[in-house]
């Protein structure tokens, strides 16, 4: 939806002012993340990486490769766990994306989950992999979005600790 803008161009000597219509694309409301299909298609695991994402970054069993390693990341247990957590974001997300990044955190009661186990990576593997880690409880998941050229993405996702929980 395009809206319509009506801008005070100049104010003469005598002071009265001249108004013009200048037509200028601004969106009404920009759309909610999870409804946008380049947003749904770049989720799944098998399609992030070439989308621009990094989701296998903070998933255990999953690598991002070597360049991009697992340590000091909090991980999903393993792709179900992630899929679940994207699945529960599709119904319950409610930000917009507008600009050119937004992120959304929200708990596992607001997304209608129950416990969450996760893991946070402490070595990994020449392969990037996680190698030792730490189990831990999720409170809640953090998805970030980003705009690649002209094309919305799921950017990121991971389960953020209980012990990480902002007062």
Not at 8 to 36: D, E
Not at 110 to 138: E, V
Request: proline share 4%; with cysteine.
């Amino acid at each position: 939806m395009i809206v319509l803008r009506v801008v005070r161009l100049a104010a003469l000597a005598c002071g009265t002012f001249v108004a013009a219509a200048a037509l200028t694309s601004v969106p009404a409301h920009a759309a909610a993340c999870n409804t946008i299909t380049s947003v749904k298609n770049s989720a799944p695991l098998t399609a992030n990486k070439a989308a621009g994402g990094h989701v296998k970054q903070h998933v255990l069993g999953e690598t991002q490769g070597a360049d991009d390693p697992q340590t000091g990341k909090t991980l999903f247990a393993d792709g179900a766990k992630y899929a679940a957590a994207w699945r529960q974001y599709g119904y319950y997300g409610t930000v917009a994306c507008s600009g050119r990044a937004v992120s959304q955190e929200m708990t596992l009661t607001q997304l209608h989950m129950g416990f969450l186990d996760a893991y946070s990576c402490t070595a990994s593997n020449p392969n990037g992999s996680c190698k030792t880690k730490t189990l831990y409880m999720a409170h809640s998941i953090f998805y970030g979005f980003i705009l690649r050229g002209s094309t919305w993405i799921l950017n990121t996702a991971y389960p953020v600790p209980l012990t990480a929980m902002r007062h």
